[in-house]
């Protein structure tokens, strides 16, 4: 079964606003934990990944948190904008191989 | 470079027919994976390829087969298709050592 998963299937955001969205895992072994961004009739695409040593990560408008007491991974998305709406997987690397969670639903309003 | 690309795009089969879904990437990457996507669902692995001449069962390998067939090309064949196995399929490849998986458009499979 799934060892990563994600709190909400969707989250609804406002132009402009700071989005946060969620995830939590349960395989402590894992190497590696990415976020994925997935727009309609695409493949998902590579955003940002943190090393299971970390605990915080910056890019681009982006931050990955990562609280291993809890098994805790988050993404923040600074000034969300239109384009940011897609599906987000967080995923997991272990042993070579990617698990992925369900996917958040994010849609930016105007 | 195109990076990652898969044929066909839409496929529809009846039950009991076979096809290949053909992947190839030319990116010099090692590794290459097959993943299944369903509504609502994450992507779940199929198979995988850690190199050149090895393949690996993953998460939900019953009903397909897989062929490494060089560095670049990576395929999937259904056998024997069935309504379950109806969903989009998504090829990745990535490079030693990486953690960043580059993916294919999606071939999206109906089986009535």
């Known amino acids: 079964g799934e060892s990563v998963g994600l709190h909400l299937p969707t989250l609804s955001v406002q132009e402009g606003d700071n989005s946060i969205i969620n995830c939590a895992y349960s395989?402590?072994?894992?190497?590696?934990f990415i976020w994925y961004k997935q727009e309609s009739g695409k493949g998902p695409q590579f955003i940002i990944d943190?090393?299971?040593?970390?605990d915080k990560r910056q890019g681009q408008r982006v931050t990955v948190l990562l609280n291993k007491t809890v098994k805790h991974l988050s993404l923040q998305i600074a000034a969300t904008q239109p384009g940011d709406s897609a599906v987000y997987f967080c995923?997991?690397?272990?042993?070579?191989?990617?698990?992925f969670g369900a996917g958040t639903t994010v849609t930016v309003r105007a | 470079n195109a990076g990652v690309t898969q044929t066909p795009k839409f496929q529809v089969l009846k039950t009991g027919q076979s096809m290949t879904l053909q992947c190839a990437q030319d990116m010099n990457h090692n590794s290459m994976y097959w993943y299944r996507q369903d509504p609502g669902m994450g992507l779940r692995l199929i198979y995988y390829?850690?190199?050149?001449?090895?393949?690996d069962k993953g998460e939900v390998p019953n009903g397909y087969n897989v062929s490494r067939l060089n560095k670049r090309e990576f395929s999937l064949r259904l056998e024997s298709a069935a309504p379950s196995q109806t969903s989009v399929y998504f090829c990745?490849?990535?490079?030693?050592?990486?953690?960043?998986?580059?993916f294919g458009p999606g071939t999206r499979l109906t089986v009535t």
């Open positions: 390829s850690a190199s050149e001449g090895t393949t």
């Open positions: 995923a997991e690397i272990y042993d070579y191989k990617l698990s």
């Open positions: 990745a490849s990535i490079i030693r050592g990486g953690r960043e998986q580059y």
């Open positions: 395989n402590s072994a894992s190497d590696y």
């Open positions: 943190i090393r299971s040593n970390m």
